[in-house]
Structure formats: structure tokens, C-alpha cells
């Protein structure tokens, strides 16, 4: 078992940052595949970014591509999601999901989940 918990989330302006965090306590960190998904209202949750357990592969959502980087500290047992040139519709809760076994997109192979983090861009 792994247990996750998200922070750094909170209510910006368009063009601004914000850096969300995930730590993670229980089974070996640097196992495990980490990955960010977003859920807006009414909407299912979808991916934003993921990086592989050495940290050396990442992906991301088109629509993050070029403002959002992954990162992770293996000897924190943490992930991070930097946010930049933040936008209203950028607006969800955010996720952290981890797996062992599993390296994409589909949030629904994910195993282990934070409770999610509120990040609202205002426009």
C-alpha cells in the first residue's frame, strides 16, 4: 500500500503559477509510475501529466504541454506538478495517481489516490 497526499493548491490569476505536491508515505517511492490528472465538474477526470519511476520519461496532455513540468525527488518520496501560465480552464481538482505496473494515460489502471487538490484560475 502507498498512501498519497496532495498539496500547493489554491486560487490564482490567469498567467500565474502554482506548485502542487504529492507525497507519498508506505511502499518504496521510486517504484512506482506518478501521475496527474485534473476533474472539472460535471466532467471525468483526465490526464495532465505522468513521469516514470527513474523521473528519465514524462508525458503530457496537449493542452499542458509547454506550461506544466513533472518532477519528482526520489529521496523525498514526493511529486511535483509546476503550473505556469495558469488559465480559467485549467480549473479542476487535481490528482495524483500512482501504479507500479502501468505507464499512461488511463486514469482507470492507476491503483493509489490523493483526496485531490482545488486549483481555480480566475480570469
Known amino acids: 500500500q502507498v498512501q498519497l497526499v496532495e498539496s500547493g493548491g489554491g486560487l490564482v490569476q490567469a498567467g500565474g503559477s502554482l506548485r502542487l505536491s504529492c507525497a507519498t508515505s508506505?511502499?518504496?517511492?521510486?517504484?512506482?509510475?506518478m501521475g496527474w490528472f485534473r476533474q472539472a465538474p460535471g466532467l471525468e477526470r483526465e490526464f495532465v501529466a505522468i513521469?516514470?519511476?527513474?523521473?528519465?520519461?514524462?508525458r503530457y496532455a496537449d493542452s499542458v504541454k509547454g506550461r506544466f513540468t513533472v518532477s519528482r525527488d526520489n529521496t523525498r518520496n514526493t511529486a511535483y506538478l509546476q503550473m505556469n501560465s495558469l488559465k480559467p480552464e485549467d480549473t479542476a481538482v487535481y490528482y495524483c495517481?500512482?501504479?507500479?505496473?502501468?505507464?499512461?494515460?488511463?486514469?482507470?489502471?492507476?491503483?493509489?489516490w490523493g483526496q485531490g487538490t482545488q486549483v481555480t484560475v480566475s480570469s
Open positions: 495517481g500512482a501504479d507500479t505496473s502501468y505507464f499512461g494515460t488511463d486514469w482507470k489502471e492507476y491503483d493509489y
Open positions: 508506505g511502499r518504496t517511492f521510486s517504484a512506482y509510475t
Open positions: 513521469i516514470s519511476w527513474t523521473g528519465a520519461t514524462t
